[in-house]
């Protein structure tokens, strides 16, 4: 089963910066995408930034020019560096990976975190 476990989520003031990272455990052998989703309050999750393994990267339109997607394939770790962060920001933030291959040669389509909360009071 994939586990994949969330960091870095907290309160942090409006035009503040922090940095979320997402760990994939186990004898990994590659991992196509990664990426972030968030959940607000009242809301449906929606896609936040993704990055496949070549480096190539997706955003959200809210978030374009404020977070940073970024990954460490050694760590299997995906990093999402979020700046300027406003109260809209405000949602649990679910690490989410595609395409996983382990060393055993297990492969699983899909794998979510647990999530992490951000909390930007307004």
């Known amino acids: 089963q994939v586990q994949l476990v969330e960091s870095g989520g907290g309160l942090v003031q409006a035009g503040g910066s922090l940095k979320l990272s997402c760990s994939a455990s186990?004898?990994?052998?590659?991992?196509?995408?990664m990426g972030w989703y968030r959940q607000a309050p009242g809301k449906q999750r929606g896609l936040v930034a993704t990055i496949t393994r070549g480096g190539a990267t997706t955003y959200a339109d809210s978030v374009k020019g404020r977070f940073t997607i970024s990954r460490d394939d050694a760590k299997n770790t995906v990093y999402l560096h979020i700046s300027t962060v406003k109260p809209e920001d405000t949602a649990v933030y679910y690490c989410n990976a595609e395409g996983l291959t382990y060393s055993s040669g297990t492969y699983y389509p899909s794998g979510w975190g647990q999530g992490t909360q951000v909390i930007v009071p307004s």
């Open positions: 186990g004898s990994i052998f590659s991992i196509n995408s």
